[in-house]
């Protein structure tokens, strides 16, 4: 029994991620993905994405359609073309999450994003984000890691995202949502 348990331990046992759903926007400029009220048995949330956009911009995200300054992040990027270097950013009481330029231009290839939303069901809890993006082309090299909450005990039922200048994504934009059992 005992030496069934160390290996389990050793094995990393645990949490496995569960395929919810695919989600692609189109070409639009804002979307809401809903219904995740219907995974109440999960405990959190993983979303890898795919990105792209008339051009290189800002994506917004928010929750619960809450458009109160009830967000906060920061983050820190590198790399950008043949001349490395480094930004970080904080922003506290902020209106949503922001994810600095991850959208890559449609000319210029797709980025990718990987994304976990702890507790998001939870009516007890402020909500936890951590993300990593990045971006490569002939031209611009780019990863950023970011943390964020979401100051609010309410259970996420939807996200709502959003393209800073209303640029519509393409069909290359998709998220795939996973939950995770904890």
């Known amino acids: 029994m005992l030496l069934g348990i160390l ?25 809401s993905i809903n219904g995740l009220d219907a995974y109440s048995d999960y405990t959190h949330l993983h979303i890898t994405a795919t990105l792209q ?20 992040m920061g983050y820190i990027r590198g790399g950008d073309g043949s001349s490395a270097n480094a930004s970080a950013a904080n ?6 999450i922001e994810f600095a330029e991850v959208m890559a231009r449609n000319s210029e290839g797709v980025s ?10 939870s009516t007890t809890k402020q909500k936890s984000l951590r993300g990593l993006t990045g971006q490569s ?3 611009r090299h780019r990863i950023a890691q970011g943390l964020g909450s979401y100051q609010s005990t309410n259970a996420i039922d939807s996200i ?22 904890g």
């Open 160 to 181: 709502q995202m959003s393209i800073q200048g209303n640029y519509a994504s393409t069909s290359e934009t998709r998220f795939s949502i996973y939950g995770i059992r």
């Open 112 to 121: 990718i994003m990987s994304l976990d939303i702890l507790d998001f069901r």
């Open 91 to 96: 922003y506290y009481d902020a209106g949503a």
């Open 137 to 139: 082309n002939a031209t």
């Open 7 to 31: 290996q389990s331990q050793a094995a990393g046992g645990g949490a496995t991620y569960e395929h919810l759903t695919t989600f692609s926007p189109g070409t639009a400029s804002s979307w």
């Open 53 to 72: 956009a008339q051009r290189n911009e800002v994506l917004f995200m928010k929750f619960n359609n809450d458009t109160g300054n009830n967000y906060s």
